[in-house]
């Protein structure tokens, strides 16, 4: 990977400050929101935990997989646009090009959840155990890797002038699925079974795991790997057939 | 200035052989072979659909040939690119909109191993006044002229460029041909422009459905076609009978302008002359380019 071109690519995106300020603050607007209408003081939901904690996890994973999801999508432009032909005139290889697109994506997805972060632990006095701490950051940070891999694929694979559209459904399908809006257990088990195919359901598991133990955190890594892995060898196919057929 | 060190073990910058490329069932590319020395400009020239940019994309490594091989230095195209050694100008590659020129040159110099001076590049494409500017807000020209800084920047031994000229005005156009020859780099140029090829070029090679129909110097190609062309006005022509005079092939009548086109044009005028005492304005001029290009090309769709 070139670090001057990772370089140019994070500045571009500082320079498309509506989506930076959208992915960074709508997650936390919402945060805020949301438990102003279900926090109340020392709310908890049945199983116990913490109503002001669940959100602030859930949340910060929405925010952090929806701007990996985004971030990575952004590959359509400059496949429309011709810029993936320019690039092959050059050393930089096509795994250079996708890792570089890949860490943006991660890149992006960190101020959401360090903001969400940040609200919970001062303004709405949420408190976890060092542990908990570490999986709510650093865990759901890495556990929006799949999501960037995901929007590489679909960035991939859908023409530039879909991508707002695209994009904007495929977050909000993930974010109800995955249980990220309402909690996966008041779900009817036909929908719960749908839920669990997605990587999001599990990605909120994860995050849920900053709570109390949870058994099914392996799953969860597991799974997320699982999905990392086939998305990053199906785009890699894709941009490979795809400079070709250019 | 370049990298001359360079080893080409059988000497050439470009050895195509045997190139074929299909589209389903049309054959862009129907074999071609195609050995430029170093230091040659050559112009690729062509009707649309002759298959030169399909050329271009194997030399380059961005199309997979179905047959043949494509060679630069004697290395394959893409390590060739890995290398250095040449730079391009696509027709439809793109820039980046909310990218500044500068930044765009600055990306490709930091994806070489060894590029010259940003600063440079910029000031030989002529873009230095622009580097500040975002691409979004360029000229089709200056678009042009960017991608032609991107494509020197690595210091290449061999630009190429598809149809370089094509948003340019005129004097754009003069300056950039100007100084790509400075750079005195082993050019390759794909275009549909006879003047630019005849300007420009040492050498030009001539496609016409996916195979080289012609390979030579302006003169070899112009010498295709023979003959000379005698205009002149004549009171009421009539075609019929100029058609018929000594040493004329074609004859083209607009009101009274006639245009005659001759194997042997001395023995044609003085027939002319003759039998058409009017006849005043005369000019006799050699076929251009053009016409040799026409004629090399009908005549391959006649084949």
């Given at each position: 990977?070139?670090?001057?071109?990772?370089?140019?690519?994070?500045?571009?995106?500082?320079?498309?400050?509506?989506?930076?300020?959208?992915s960074?603050?709508?997650p936390?607007?919402?945060?805020?929101?949301?438990?102003?209408?279900?926090?109340?003081?020392?709310?908890?939901?049945?199983?116990?935990?913490?109503?002001?904690?669940?959100?602030?996890?859930?949340?910060?994973?929405f925010?952090?997989?929806?701007?990996?999801?985004?971030?990575?999508?952004?590959?359509?432009?400059?496949?429309?646009?011709?810029?993936?032909?320019?690039?092959?005139?050059?050393?930089?290889?096509?795994?250079?090009?996708?890792?570089?697109?890949?860490?943006?994506?991660?890149?992006?997805?960190?101020?959401?959840i360090?903001?969400?972060?940040?609200?919970?632990?001062?303004?709405?006095?949420?408190?976890?155990?060092?542990?908990?701490?570490?999986?709510?950051?650093?865990?759901?940070?890495?556990?929006?890797?799949?999501?960037?891999?995901?929007?590489?694929?679909?960035?991939?694979?859908?023409?530039?002038?879909?991508?707002?559209?695209?994009?904007?459904?495929?977050?909000?399908?993930?974010?109800?699925?995955?249980g990220?809006?309402?909690?996966?257990?008041?779900?009817?088990?036909?929908?719960?079974?749908?839920?669990?195919?997605t990587?999001?359901?599990?990605?909120?598991?994860?995050?849920?795991?900053?709570?109390?133990?949870?058994?099914?955190?392996?799953?969860?890594?597991?799974v997320?790997?699982?999905?990392?892995?086939?998305?990053?060898?199906?785009?890699?196919?894709?941009?490979?057939?795809?400079?070709?057929?250019? | 200035?370049?990298?001359?060190?360079?080893?080409?073990?059988d000497?050439?910058?470009?050895?195509?052989?045997?190139?074929?490329?299909?589209?389903?069932?049309?054959?862009?590319?129907?074999?071609?072979?195609?050995h430029?020395?170093?230091?040659?400009?050559?112009?690729?020239?062509?009707?649309?659909?002759?298959?030169?940019?399909?050329?271009?994309?194997?030399?380059?490594?961005?199309?997979?040939?179905?047959?043949?091989?494509?060679?630069?230095?004697?290395?394959?195209?893409?390590?060739?690119?890995?290398?250095?050694?040449?730079?391009?100008?696509?027709?439809?590659?793109?820039?980046?909109?909310d990218?500044?020129?500068?930044?765009?040159?600055?990306?490709?110099?930091?994806?070489?191993?060894?590029?010259?001076?940003?600063?440079?590049?910029?000031?030989?494409?002529?873009?230095?006044?622009?580097?500040?500017?975002?691409?979004?807000?360029?000229?089709?020209?200056?678009?042009?002229?960017?991608?032609?800084?991107?494509?020197?920047?690595?210091?290449?031994?061999?630009?190429?460029?598809?149809?370089?000229?094509?948003?340019?005005?005129?004097?754009?156009?003069?300056?950039?041909?100007?100084?790509?020859?400075?750079?005195?780099?082993?050019?390759?140029?794909?275009?549909?422009?006879?003047?630019?090829?005849?300007?420009?070029?040492?050498?030009v090679?001539?496609?016409?459905?996916?195979?080289?129909?012609?390979?030579?110097?302006?003169?070899?190609?112009?010498?295709?076609?023979?003959?000379?062309?005698?205009?002149?006005l004549?009171?009421?022509p009539?075609?019929?009978?100029?058609?018929?005079?000594?040493?004329?092939?074609?004859?083209?009548v607009?009101g009274?302008?006639?245009?005659?086109?001759?194997?042997?044009?001395?023995?044609?005028?003085?027939?002319?002359?003759?039998?058409?005492?009017?006849?005043?304005?005369?000019?006799?001029?050699?076929?251009?380019?053009?016409d040799?290009?026409?004629?090399?090309?009908?005549?391959?769709?006649?084949?």
């Amino acid at each position: 990977m070139n670090a001057r071109y990772l370089a140019l690519e994070c500045r571009r995106i500082i320079r498309s400050g509506r989506f930076l300020i959208f992915s960074m603050v709508m997650p936390s607007v919402l945060f805020l929101i949301l438990v102003g209408m279900y926090g109340g003081d020392d709310a908890a939901y049945d199983d116990g935990s913490p109503v002001a904690a669940a959100m602030m996890v859930s949340m910060g994973a929405f925010g952090a997989m929806s701007a990996a999801l985004s971030t990575g999508a952004r590959v359509a432009v400059e496949r429309g646009g011709g810029w993936q032909r320019q690039l092959r005139l050059t050393p930089l290889s096509p795994a250079g090009y996708l890792y570089t697109k890949l860490v943006v994506a991660m890149l992006v997805a960190i101020p959401s959840i360090a903001l969400v972060s940040v609200l919970g632990a001062t303004v709405e006095g949420v408190s976890l155990s060092a542990s908990g701490w570490i999986i709510a950051t650093a865990g759901l940070w890495l556990g929006a890797l799949p999501f960037a891999a995901l929007g590489l694929l679909i960035g991939l694979s859908i023409p530039a002038d879909s991508l707002p559209s695209v994009m904007g459904l495929s977050s909000m399908l993930l974010g109800l699925l995955g249980g990220m809006w309402i909690p996966a257990q008041i779900a009817p088990d036909w929908l719960s079974a749908i839920m669990k195919a997605t990587p999001s359901y599990w990605f909120t598991q994860l995050g849920q795991s900053a709570l109390y133990d949870d058994s099914h955190v392996l799953t969860a890594i597991a799974v997320l790997a699982a999905y990392t892995l086939v998305a990053g060898l199906i785009s890699a196919r894709r941009f490979v057939a795809g400079a070709q057929r250019a | 200035m370049t990298k001359t060190a360079q080893p080409t073990p059988d000497g050439a910058a470009v050895r195509l052989t045997g190139l074929r490329k299909s589209f389903g069932e049309v054959h862009a590319v129907a074999g071609v072979d195609l050995h430029i020395a170093p230091g040659e400009v050559v112009a690729l020239l062509g009707p649309n659909g002759a298959g030169k940019s399909t050329t271009v994309d194997m030399l380059l490594g961005l199309t997979a040939p179905d047959g043949g091989s494509a060679q630069i230095f004697g290395r394959a195209p893409r390590k060739a690119i890995a290398d250095g050694l040449v730079g391009a100008m696509l027709q439809d590659a793109a820039l980046l909109e909310d990218v500044t020129v500068a930044e765009s040159v600055t990306l490709v110099a930091a994806l070489h191993r060894d590029p010259m001076p940003v600063a440079d590049a910029l000031a030989a494409a002529g873009v230095a006044d622009l580097a500040g500017r975002r691409c979004a807000k360029l000229s089709g020209g200056q678009r042009q002229r960017t991608r032609f800084a991107m494509a020197l920047v690595c210091d290449p031994d061999l630009l190429v460029l598809d149809e370089p000229t094509v948003a340019m005005d005129v004097e754009t156009r003069r300056d950039f041909w100007r100084t790509m020859h400075k750079t005195g780099r082993t050019v390759l140029f794909a275009t549909h422009y006879l003047d630019e090829a005849e300007q420009f070029a040492d050498r030009v090679v001539l496609m016409r459905e996916g195979r080289v129909i012609a390979d030579g110097s302006v003169a070899d190609i112009r010498a295709h076609v023979t003959g000379r062309r005698v205009t002149a006005l004549v009171d009421r022509p009539d075609t019929a009978r100029l058609g018929a005079l000594p040493g004329v092939t074609d004859v083209a009548v607009r009101g009274e302008q006639v245009t005659l086109t001759c194997a042997d044009s001395d023995q044609a005028l003085r027939a002319l002359l003759a039998t058409e005492p009017s006849s005043r304005d005369i000019e006799i001029t050699a076929m251009s380019l053009e016409d040799a290009f026409l004629a090399l090309t009908t005549e391959g769709a006649a084949r």
